[in-house]
């Protein structure tokens, strides 16, 4: 059995999270509790981990991510 990781996030990065996924969903007329929502807040906090912690990067890193031939 794998357990998933979890990041240690700082007050500021929550902020940069929640701002990126807001605007996503804003957007993309989503609503932030949707399933697609989630998987999307999944793919940013992935992002995160693997570095893309401030708001340009992640939206940057998260765009290309969720639309790879754009």
Partial sequence: MQFP???TMENV???VLTSVIGAWCHT???DPESECARAVTTT???LME???RTRESLSIALANALHPDA
């Fill in 5 to 7: 990781t979890f990041i």
């Fill in 28 to 30: 993309n007329q989503m």
């Fill in 44 to 46: 940013a906090l992935d």
């Fill in 13 to 15: 990065e929550v902020e």
């Fill in 50 to 52: 693997a570095g893309f």
